[in-house]
């Protein structure tokens, strides 16, 4: 048991060096190491397939994808990385049908998260931004509340079609840096429709957003105790604001391509 604890925290390592340090020809090392003493682990032949196809290793990859299924065949994390070996190679075709087994098999929730991005880069939106709300965006919700405030997770999520306009949403960050910088563009469209908007914001960039456009039109927090959650109707995700505004946003251009930020902000706090 000791020892097994011993190559997770190996493999831990070996991930951070990859997708959290950049150092991707490390961490495929560290992983290739590792498969010597699991051979038969089929989850660590998909990490060392991961691995190489960010390292641009793509035969290599494959290899590691089609082990990991010899020993276990209906494998959701092989068959989504041998979908993206083929998705790196141009074959979509290919991708989608492993994918859709994925789904079919135990209604995979990564298999639709990049079936999504297919059809998106498709130029399929629609089905891609709907297939996209299969993700678990509810933990982003969770992670900040506490036992005063579990209510929230009993909200209805925001629906323009039924949310009243001047009511108050609360908005939810997802994901990394970029993500949210790109979709919060997407709140002008809101407010210009007549609701409220708290925000939730990733602390590491709360300065920023005190500094953006919205300053003065919503209500930005990275502790969500500090609103008052009585006057929230709805709960929205940030990543999902292409999903809900999709009608109007695609019978109009859409909002301009970055986020205004106030000039006297200080670069050097960042």
């Known amino acids: 048991m000791e020892n097994y604890s011993y190559i997770e925290n190996i ?7 990859i997708y959290l340090f950049g150092n991707k020809q490390k961490g495929l090392e560290i992983l290739s190491n590792c498969i010597h003493t699991k051979p038969d682990d089929h989850k660590l032949w998909v990490k060392l397939g991961n691995a190489n196809v960010v390292n641009k290793h793509l035969d290599m990859a494959k290899i590691c994808y089609d082990t990991a299924l010899t020993i276990s065949p209906n494998s959701d994390n092989a068959l989504i990385g041998l979908s993206w070996y083929y998705f790196e190679q141009g074959k979509f075709k290919k991708a989608k049908e492993l994918l859709y087994r994925t789904i079919e098999i135990n209604q995979s929730v990564g298999g639709k998260f990049n079936l999504s991005l297919i059809y998106k880069l498709n130029k399929k939106y629609y089905e891609g931004l709907k297939l996209y709300e299969s993700r678990k965006k509810s933990y982003w ?4 509340l506490s036992s005063k405030n579990l209510f929230l997770k009993q909200l209805p999520e925001f629906d323009i079609n039924k949310t009243k306009e001047n009511s108050r949403i609360l908005l939810v960050y997802e994901q990394g840096y970029g993500d949210i910088l790109m979709y919060s563009r997407y709140i002008r469209i809101l407010l210009k429709r007549g609701f409220k908007v708290s925000f939730i914001c990733n602390e590491k960039l709360l300065k920023l957003f005190l500094n953006s456009e919205f300053k003065n039109n919503i209500e930005i927090t990275s502790d969500i105790s500090s609103l008052n959650l ?8 940030l990543m999902s604001l292409p999903f809900y505004l999709y009608d ?10 970055f986020l205004l930020i106030m000039m006297n902000i200080n670069l050097q706090d960042y």
């Open 141 to 144: 919700l969770e992670k900040h």
């Open 230 to 237: 009585n006057k929230i109707s709805s709960v929205a995700y």
């Open 248 to 257: 109007i946003l695609f019978s109009r251009n859409p909002p301009p391509p």
């Open 11 to 17: 493999i831990d390592t070996a991930e951070k060096e």
